[in-house]
């Protein structure tokens, strides 16, 4: 008999799984919503800042930042970046007109970035940043987190609806590689990790 999980948003980390009772609408295809969510808690992924600046919001433009485990490389040639977005979410209304974003990849020391970027109902994004170290990229004018692992500058070549998010396709302009030590932050079955723990 399988098990079956649900998901539930908790301070600090996009979901964590805990057993439930089969539950939930289901799919044309079968598959409920709680099974899903439960069969892609297993999959282990590396934890990502994405960032970009809205010259046009405010005086001095408007940071805004969101916690991202659906970060894939595309195309080596020429170099493409593909990043999942919730549809209607801040961060998808900045990149519908802002089309230059930045990702910094983090390191397993940055958890509590993580956390605070992916909290619903947080505090607005430029408090958040104005007490992280950043740096601003050269080609997007993006955040780049100070302390990570690597960071990529990107433009975005196509998005594409795919459900509930916006899949968007970025060209890398730049990236750059710190001098960071230590592995990278890693979410698996509803956690933040360490890589080999």
Not at 23 to 45: D, I, K, Q, Y
Not at 58 to 63: I, Y
Request: net charge negative; charged share 20%; proline share 7%.
């Amino acid at each position: 008999m399988t098990k079956v999980f649900t998901t539930r948003a908790t301070s600090g980390s996009p979901a964590s799984a805990v057993p439930a009772a089969p539950s939930g609408p289901g799919h044309a295809e079968g598959v409920s919503n709680e099974e899903f969510r439960a069969a892609m808690s297993r999959l282990a992924a590396g934890v990502v800042l994405v960032t970009a600046h809205d010259p046009e919001d405010g005086p001095r433009g408007e940071d805004a930042g969101m916690t991202a485990t659906a970060f894939v490389s595309v195309s080596l040639d020429p170099p493409l970046v593909m990043v999942s977005v919730r549809t209607g979410s801040r961060m998808d209304d900045v990149l519908t007109d802002r089309p230059l974003w930045a990702v910094s990849l983090l390191g397993e020391d940055q958890r509590d970035i993580a956390g605070r970027f992916a909290m619903s109902g947080r505090l607005s994004d430029s408090l958040l940043f104005a007490s992280l170290p950043h740096t601003r990229g050269e080609f997007t004018g993006a955040p780049l987190i100070e302390g990570g692992l690597g960071a990529v500058e990107c433009r975005t070549e196509q998005r594409v609806q795919a459900g509930d998010h916006t899949l968007l396709i970025g060209r890398v302009l730049s990236a750059a590689l710190p001098a960071a030590e230590g592995g990278p932050l890693v979410y698996y079955r509803g956690r933040y990790r360490h890589l080999g723990r």
